[in-house]
């Protein structure tokens, strides 16, 4: 375990405008390409925010078509966590706020942004959206993020010990 806290703190470092950013780990749910349920997502450095472009598979469905309301946060929650990577050092998600404001189907590219609103000492206050190609808004969100240690994930087992 200290050997992958050691490697991901190496992934905070600084990223030209434009760059794909690191995932969290192999097996993150929400960027890990080793994660057979994950969302595998992207993430690039716009600006002074992040940016993805995002389509959902019938792995992650709710309603038939559409996508479940938890997947959905799934993605934003992880995209936040990529924007700590601009953040210089790790912080974990106190909470979250998804506004549903119309349905995300299955199978259509979405693009996603998540930026920082205000730093507030520990806390990390940022927003995201995620748009239809048009420019219509299917889901806004805003969440709190406080600034932890690297060692606030010595709590856990790394991937695969002995948990899953
Ligand atoms: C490859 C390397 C391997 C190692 C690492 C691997 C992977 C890394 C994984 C994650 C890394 C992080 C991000 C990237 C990954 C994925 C992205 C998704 C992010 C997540 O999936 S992350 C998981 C879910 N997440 C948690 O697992 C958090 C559980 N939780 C806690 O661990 C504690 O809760 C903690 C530490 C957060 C705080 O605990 P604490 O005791 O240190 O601090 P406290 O409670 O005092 O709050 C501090 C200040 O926040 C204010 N505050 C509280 N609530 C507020 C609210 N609602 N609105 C406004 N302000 C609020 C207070 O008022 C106070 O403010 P003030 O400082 O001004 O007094």
């Not at 991901?8 to 760059?19: H, M, Q, R, S």
């Not at 002074?48 to 479940?68: E, K, L, M, S, Y």
């Not at 998600?93 to 507030?120: F, K, M, S």
């Amino acid at each position: 375990m200290q050997a992958l806290l050691a490697m991901w703190a190496e992934k905070f470092t600084v990223y030209p405008d434009g760059a794909e950013l690191p995932t969290h780990h192999d097996h993150c749910l929400g960027c890990g390409p080793n994660n057979p349920h994950g969302h595998h997502l992207r993430a690039l450095r716009h600006g002074d925010g992040v940016q993805a472009w995002h389509t959902f598979d019938n792995r992650h469905v709710g309603a038939p078509g559409i996508v479940h309301g938890g997947a959905v946060a799934t993605v934003v929650d992880d995209l936040y966590g990529c924007l700590l990577f601009l953040e210089g050092g790790p912080a974990v998600t106190r909470q979250l706020t998804i506004e549903y404001l119309a349905p995300v189907l299955i199978g259509a590219e979405y693009r996603l942004q998540a930026d920082v609103v205000r730093r507030e000492g520990r806390k990390l206050f940022v927003a995201a959206r995620a748009t239809e190609p048009a420019g219509r808004a299917v889901i806004t969100s805003t969440a709190v993020f406080v600034k932890v240690s690297v060692e606030h994930f010595a709590q856990g087992s790394p991937p695969g010990v002995p948990a899953d």
